[in-house]
C-alpha cells in the first residue's frame, strides 16, 4: 500500500515493468512514497496514464528511476506534477525553463527517443518530480 493515497493517486500496483528488469528492483525502492498532485494551478488534473510511461515503459523510465534513488532513496513523499499553464489537456515547453529557475536543486532528465522531459528536485517533504508529456506541449 501507498503511503500517500489519501493524498493523490499513487501508482504503486499498477505500473509494468516488462521492458527493463531494472525498473522493477528501482521502483521497489521508492514506489510506495510516489503520489501524483491532485491538480495544478490551472485546476487541471495530471494525465495519470501518460506519466506512468515515465516511470515504466518509455526509455526515459531507467534514468528518472535512478536520478531519483541516487538523490535520496529515503525519501518521505516523491510528488509527481504535471503542470497545465496552457489550454486544457496541454503543457508548455517554456514551463520546462520557469521550473528549472524556480525549483530547488533541480535536475533535468532527458533521454533520446522519449516522449517525455522530467526535473526532479528536492522539497521540503522530500523529492518534487515535474513531468512533461512532449506530445502534448506547445
Known sequence: MAKYEDEGYCPCQWLEFTADNR?????????????YEKEDAVKCTPDTATCDKAFSSDPIAYDVLSAIVKRNVNADKILVHQL????VNTQR?????KTL???TNPQLIA??????IVIIADASYGI??????LSSCY
Request: hydrophobic share 50%; glycine share 8%; charged share 15%.
Open 23 to 35: 525498473l522493477a528492483g528501482l521502483w521497489s525502492l521508492i514506489g510506495y512514497s510516489v503520489v
Open 84 to 87: 497545465h499553464n496552457g489550454a
Open 93 to 97: 515547453i517554456s514551463d520546462i525553463q
Open 101 to 103: 529557475a524556480e525549483a
Open 111 to 116: 533521454h533520446a527517443k522519449s516522449n517525455f
Open 128 to 133: 518534487d518530480v515535474w513531468v512533461w508529456d
